[in-house]
């Protein structure tokens, strides 16, 4: 069975500097990889995936994230946090066969101090 | 083009009644997903269609849940007796077919949800 890890249920960032929200999986088979946002009472927003192409993966609104097979990572990053950054950010896993649905990590709460 | 629809975007039902949820999916779009969200949790995979189709219910409770996704119309998560514990956020996802092993993956797109409360 797939399951996601999300290190940091909160973490905080001053504006202008590095964004690091940490995620780990457990899957017996390659998975899909993806990184959702949701912003306050909204649904969720596709950031960026991995699809077992290019293990550096370019996102949305500056983010990208590592495809890390030897440590089972994704992390996301952004070089330099904005304000509207502000939100709460989910990794999910997926098979590549079989199962389609997602399994999420628990979240991790972005917080931007100006 | 028109997103994913939810509506109702918040329900309020009190103990022992039902709780109808609708989602609309992208035109075009044949394959939907529900999943919870419980409060301060992230998402939990409830069910999988296709129209007319049940493809996997893995993470529906037994009992008081069901979900269809009908020919025509959209697709309904209906919840009976409602308790206090069913308040959450249910989304509804829909993507145009089931992802193929070589083939380009196919993405759930994500509506803006149900916030249903139970009192």
């Known amino acids: 069975a797939q399951s996601v890890t999300q290190l940091g249920s909160h973490v905080s960032v001053s504006e202008g500097a590095l964004v690091l929200l940490r995620c780990n999986y457990s899957?017996?088979?390659?998975?899909?990889l993806f990184w959702y946002v949701q912003y306050p009472n909204q649904g969720l927003q596709l950031l960026l995936k991995?699809?077992?192409?290019?293990?550096l993966v370019k996102g949305i609104n500056g983010f990208e994230a590592e495809f890390k097979k030897s440590e089972t990572s994704f992390h996301l990053t952004k070089p330099s946090a904005h304000m509207s950054d502000a939100a709460e950010y989910f990794c999910?896993?997926?098979?590549?066969?079989?199962?389609?649905?997602?399994?999420f990590g628990q979240g991790t709460r972005l917080t931007i101090n100006p | 083009n028109a997103g994913v629809m939810q509506n109702p975007r918040h329900l309020v039902r009190r103990r022992g009644q039902e709780a109808r949820l609708r989602c609309s999916p992208v035109?075009?779009?044949?394959?939907v997903y529900w999943y919870r969200q419980l409060p301060e949790e992230g998402l939990k995979f409830m069910v999988y269609?296709?129209?007319?189709?049940?493809?996997?219910e893995s993470g529906m409770p037994k009992e008081r849940f069901s979900a269809e996704f009908p020919k025509e119309g959209p697709s309904i998560l209906r919840i009976q007796q409602v308790v206090r514990g069913d308040s959450a956020a249910y989304f509804c996802?829909?993507?145009?077919?089931?992802?193929?092993?070589?083939?380009?993956?196919?993405?759930?797109?994500f509506g803006p949800g149900t916030r249903l409360t139970v009192l």
């Open positions: 269609l296709q129209k007319e189709n049940i493809i996997d």
């Open positions: 996802a829909s993507s145009p077919r089931a992802g193929v092993a070589g083939v380009s993956y196919n993405e759930q797109f």
């Open positions: 035109k075009g779009h044949s394959h």
């Open positions: 991995y699809t077992s192409a290019a293990t």
């Open positions: 899957s017996s088979v390659p998975p899909y």
């Open positions: 999910a896993v997926r098979l590549i066969q079989g199962a389609q649905k997602l399994v």
